[in-house]
């Protein structure tokens, strides 16, 4: 009888197994992940050279933003942001999600114990004399190792479902890069905005006390019977603009430092300065590369695909639940009233249950379910496509602002060194009698008009690439 049972006992074990390597060698039903086709230009639109191995994106972020404390302030923000501490947080809950899907693979092993001591009564509803039962204590004990719940992923489901998890983590990691991407763009941009402004203050003051000096000389002419107190008048005109000008420069100066310190996690402070506007050196060359590698190097065009990957798996799972779902449920353990022998073999006891349950009526469902997820992979196609289109266009809106904003820069500054001479020119000719007022401040007034509008050519001009770094998808090494 014992060795009887023990031959069963092997041959359900040796079932067991086959049961189980049939289910982790089974077929995968649903669909197997293929890259999209995608038509790629073979330039960038606005690039000024043919396309080239070498990208701006290629140099880390500490090579383009040269300044050192712009570099500080990048440092500080990668480590306190609180949007990218929140991006890590999913990375760690999509690894967490990976492991609790692929867990479902394995058998579920646990082990149980349990101790019971009774005392049973002679004189109860029947008396037990002490020839039955010489001691009225008795101990019981068992033992056993349970296996749990496990499915033979004959189909592929649980196979299916720890791809799309897996694709789900690679797309959060992915997530944490363009994170950390529109992180380093969103510091400099500031930052460069901050400097810009900076001059604009400077230029404001510069102004205010020149035109401080000219309506003093003004005064003073008019109390000799030079000027008429419309002069006055005009040139108080201009000093009251641009002593109205200080305060609004002051006050976005204020509001930028603390967008700066919300990017760096901290509270509303003052940012200290390192080089000014003008000080500010742009890469020599900015290429952007060859578009093919646009594919691999922006890490929104790679998170998007990997939700493509996750719902194209998701198409299998959908379509493993019209198969049969095989369950395999046993356990093995010991049982004795004395825990000395517990493990002997007369006290060994085991189950073995394997369960099959297959759909047979389920109006609908899980046609339902399959179109569910088909429509959900169609709509991560377009959202990939729309990425990649998106990212040539981000790239060559960069590159067609940097070209333009350079032309800009130069007959800006044309602009404001003739401005300069004119007015110059304009109030010499007016102290010397032979012009009128009017034109000087004319003169005044357009050339600190230019002096801003130069400004934000340079700023601009930093600015671009600043975004022509973000939309190469440079930035998160």
Not at 139 to 158: K, N, P
Not at 159 to 166: G, P, S, Y
């Amino acid at each position: 009888m014992r060795s009887r049972s023990h031959g069963l006992l092997r041959r359900s074990a040796t079932a067991f197994v086959l049961v189980v390597a049939s289910g982790l060698t089974g077929c995968m039903v649903g669909p197997n992940y293929r890259r999209p086709a995608v038509s790629i230009p073979d330039s960038y639109r606005g690039a000024i050279s043919p396309p080239e191995s070498e990208s701006l994106a290629d140099l880390e972020w500490w090579k383009v933003f040269t300044d050192p404390r712009l570099q500080e302030l990048i440092r500080k923000a990668l480590a306190q942001n609180y949007d990218l501490r929140e991006a890590v947080a999913r990375v760690d809950a999509a690894r967490s999600n990976l492991g609790i899907v692929r867990a479902d693979q394995y058998p579920n092993l646990a082990a149980g114990a349990n101790i019971q001591a009774n005392r049973a009564s002679r004189n109860g509803a029947i008396p037990l004399s002490p020839v039955i039962m010489p001691n009225q204590n008795r101990v019981f004990g068992g033992a056993t190792l349970a296996m749990l719940s496990f499915e033979a992923d004959i189909w592929g489901r649980l196979r299916r479902a720890t791809e799309a998890a897996r694709a789900n983590l690679l797309a959060a990691e992915e997530n944490r890069k363009a994170v950390v991407t529109t992180l380093v763009s969103d510091v400099a941009t500031a930052y460069f905005t901050l400097c810009e402004l900076d001059s604009e203050l400077d230029i404001s003051r510069r102004t205010l006390a020149s035109r401080k000096e000219s309506l003093d000389l003004i005064q003073t002419r008019q109390r000799g019977g030079l000027s008429t107190l419309l002069d006055i008048r005009q040139a108080e005109e201009l000093v009251y603009s641009a002593e109205d000008a200080i305060p609004a420069v002051e006050q976005r100066i204020a509001q930028t430092e603390n967008r700066i310190n919300l990017l760096l996690g901290m509270n509303p402070d003052s940012v200290i300065r390192g080089r000014g506007l003008a000080e500010q050196q742009p890469p020599p060359a900015v290429p952007a590369g060859l578009p093919s590698a646009l594919l691999a190097r922006r890490p929104d065009i790679r998170a998007a695909e990997q939700d493509l990957i996750a719902a194209n798996a998701r198409i299998g799972v959908a379509r493993a639940a019209y198969f049969p779902r095989i369950s395999l449920t046993g356990f093995l353990g010991g049982q004795s009233t004395q825990l000395s022998d517990l493990f002997g073999p007369p006290n060994s006891v085991w189950n073995f249950a394997p369960q099959l349950t297959a759909p047979i009526f389920m109006a609908g469902r899980l046609g339902a379910n399959v179109e569910l997820a088909k429509a959900e992979r169609a709509g991560a196609l377009a959202v990939y496509e729309k990425a990649i289109r998106t990212a040539f266009a981000e790239v060559s809106d960069a590159l067609i602002a940097h070209q333009k904003l350079r032309e800009r820069r130069t007959r800006q500054e044309m602009l404001v060194k003739a401005l300069q001479d004119r007015t110059r020119l304009a109030y010499v000719r007016y102290h010397g009698g032979v012009d009128s007022l009017l034109n000087a401040l004319d003169a005044d007034r357009s050339l600190f008009q230019a002096q801003l509008a130069l400004r934000q050519v340079i700023l601009n001009e930093l600015l671009s690439v600043v975004q022509l770094y973000k939309a190469l998808g440079g930035g998160w090494t």
